[in-house]
């Protein structure tokens, strides 16, 4: 591997030594999060387990839902059960000032949710899949009062080396998903990959992570490891 190959692996992932860690930290191989409970379905099929990952951050384990309501979406809110008066939390994620997107057909997927405009999962009292059209509550999980949030660990952006890399603040979710906000990537390298591994920087000797693109804007990028 030549030393350009090196400085965009190196670009692309120096936080292998704080994954590692973390993943020792915490509870063994499934560890996703604090659990919150089960989503209770009564229309469409919803299924999944929820996680909370850190102050802003959902986690559903195999959620499934058929696809078919009109105008349905994840929905939280304060009030005692599902309301109206709950909002969104846009999935997958948008950038500000674009509309949400109606929730399509998922099953068995793994979802991360970010709580929009500084909310916090001390604010809420549910997470609901609803249908505003209709104001039908699809299905549901209530956060449990005394809920003890994990925090998240955060890391630096990439350092930007090559290929006009850059992204937000990196943030590890759990022992298995590192968050990325606003990733950018060329796609020029030829043989470029997200890599992990043990060991105070980078080297040959770690892992592929896939990653099913090749050229990132403004995008908000998980890697399952």
Same mark, same amino acid.
């Given at each position: 591997?030549?030393?350009?190959?090196? #400085?965009? !692996?190196?670009g692309l992932?120096? @936080?292998? &030594?704080?994954?590692? =860690?973390?993943? /020792?930290?915490?509870?063994?191989?499934? &560890?996703?999060?604090?659990h919150i409970?089960?989503? *209770?379905?009564?229309?469409?099929? !919803?299924?999944?387990?929820?996680?909370?990952?850190?102050?802003?951050? !959902?986690?559903?384990?195999? @959620?499934?839902?058929?696809?078919?309501?009109?105008?349905?979406?994840?929905?939280?809110?304060?009030?005692?059960?599902?309301?109206?008066?709950?909002?969104?939390?846009?999935?997958?994620?948008? *950038?500000? +000032?674009?509309?949400?997107?109606?929730? *399509?057909?998922?099953?068995?997927?793994?979802?991360?949710?970010?709580?929009?405009?500084?909310?916090?999962?001390?604010?809420?009292?549910?997470?609901? %899949?609803?249908? /505003?059209?209709?104001?039908?509550?699809?299905?549901?999980?209530?956060?449990?009062?005394?809920?003890?949030?994990?925090?998240?660990?955060?890391?630096p952006e990439?350092? #930007?080396?090559? =290929?006009?890399?850059?992204?937000?603040?990196?943030?590890?979710?759990?022992?298995?998903? !590192?968050?990325?906000?606003?990733?950018?990537?060329? +796609?020029?390298?030829?043989?470029?990959? @997200?890599?992990?591994?043990?060991?105070?920087?980078?080297?040959?000797?770690?892992?592929?992570?896939?990653?099913?693109? *090749?050229?990132?804007?403004?995008? %908000? =990028?998980?890697?399952? %490891?």
């Amino acid at each position: 591997m030549d030393a350009t190959s090196l #400085r965009l !692996i190196s670009g692309l992932l120096l @936080f292998a &030594y704080t994954t590692s =860690h973390f993943t /020792r930290a915490n509870n063994g191989p499934n &560890y996703y999060g604090k659990h919150i409970g089960l989503l *209770k379905n009564y229309a469409h099929g !919803i299924k999944g387990d929820v996680y909370a990952v850190d102050d802003t951050t !959902i986690f559903i384990k195999g @959620f499934c839902y058929d696809g078919t309501g009109p105008d349905a979406y994840f929905w939280v809110g304060n009030t005692s059960t599902p309301t109206p008066q709950g909002y969104i939390v846009p999935y997958p994620e948008i *950038k500000e +000032g674009s509309d949400p997107v109606v929730l *399509k057909s998922y099953n068995y997927t793994d979802i991360i949710l970010k709580l929009p405009n500084g909310k916090r999962i001390r604010d809420i009292k549910w997470l609901s %899949v609803w249908c /505003r059209r209709f104001t039908v509550n699809f299905g549901d999980v209530y956060i449990p009062m005394n809920l003890k949030v994990p925090k998240a660990r955060q890391l630096p952006e990439f350092s #930007r080396l090559a =290929h006009g890399l850059r992204s937000g603040n990196v943030t590890i979710l759990d022992c298995k998903t !590192i968050y990325i906000p606003n990733l950018h990537y060329d +796609g020029a390298g030829p043989d470029a990959y @997200f890599w992990v591994g043990n060991g105070s920087e980078p080297n040959t000797f770690g892992i592929k992570v896939p990653s099913e693109r *090749k050229r990132y804007t403004l995008h %908000v =990028h998980l890697l399952l %490891v």
